[in-house]
T-cell receptor, first 116, second 112 residues
Framework: AQTVTQSQPEMSVQEAETVTLSCTYD???????LFWYKQPPSRQMILVIR??????QNATENRFSVNFQKAAKSFSLKISDSQLGDTAMYFC?????????????FGKGTKLTVNP | DAGVTQSPTHLIKTRGQQVTLRCSPK?????VSWYQQALGQGPQFIFQ???????QRGNFPDRFSGHQFPNYSSELNVNALLLGDSALYLC???????????FGQGTRLTVV
């Protein structure tokens, strides 16, 4: 069974600073996707960034980037120049074995607070 | 494009009752998945519908059932509600398997 572990229940950062959220996972698949989702108080789950496991290059989306270490099964999210609107729950997720990307296994989440 | 819409946004039910939650997928999407998110937890997969059939199911009892209509919208039904069914229920839609899922804002169900 696939597992996703987020070891930081809560984190805080000052506006404009950089913060890194950790995620480790376990899977027997050799090719898979990894996702970071953001869930603000509005409750809607929003895809922040996606990484394909076969790609060596770390994914980047504007201020969001990942540090993907396949051998260590680690997938951390770095948020640069943090903004107040980044305050949210962040979930790491991956598809289960032989599943499509819409059937996801989520971690328990990290609550990020950006302070002014 | 309205994205994924869910109704109602909030719901309070009594233990033992039945509830129906509704989801309209994003335009162009034909696959709908339902998730249960308990307070302080990540979402847990309930089931997925494609071509009006349940294609995959998570570890949820038969009290949880669903339906997908020809217009791809979907319903989640929960019978014999338990206090432990109190949660945020999220609907996600996508186009076929293996593509990005878009989530709705969820329905907050409280069972008293």
């Amino acid at each position: 069974a696939q597992t996703v572990t987020q070891s930081q229940p809560e984190m805080s950062v000052q506006e404009a600073e950089t913060v890194t959220l950790s995620c480790t996972y376990d899977t027997s698949e050799s090719n898979y996707y990894l996702f970071w989702y953001k869930q603000p108080p509005s409750r809607q789950m929003i895809l922040v960034i996606r990484q394909e496991a076969y790609k060596q290059q770390n994914a980047t989306e504007n201020r969001f980037s990942v540090n993907f270490q396949k051998a260590a099964k680690s997938f951390s999210l770095k948020i640069s120049d943090s903004q107040l609107g980044d305050t949210a729950m962040y979930f790491c997720a991956l598809p289960p074995e032989q599943g499509g990307s819409e059937k996801l296994v989520f971690g328990k989440g990290t609550k990020l607070t950006v302070n002014p | 494009d309205a994205g994924v819409t869910q109704s109602p946004t909030h719901l309070i039910k009594t233990r033992g009752q039945q509830v129906t939650l509704r989801c309209s997928p994003k335009s162009g999407h034909d696959t709908v998945s339902w998730y249960q998110q308990a307070l302080g937890q990540g979402p847990q997969f309930i089931f997925q519908y494609y071509e009006e059939e349940e294609r995959q199911r998570g570890n949820f009892p038969d009290r949880f059932s669903g339906h997908q209509f020809p217009n791809y919208s979907s319903e989640l039904n929960v019978n014999a509600l338990l206090l432990g069914d109190s949660a945020l229920y999220l609907c996600a839609s996508s186009f076929r398997v293996g593509t990005e899922a878009f989530f709705g804002q969820g329905t907050r169900l409280t069972v008293v």
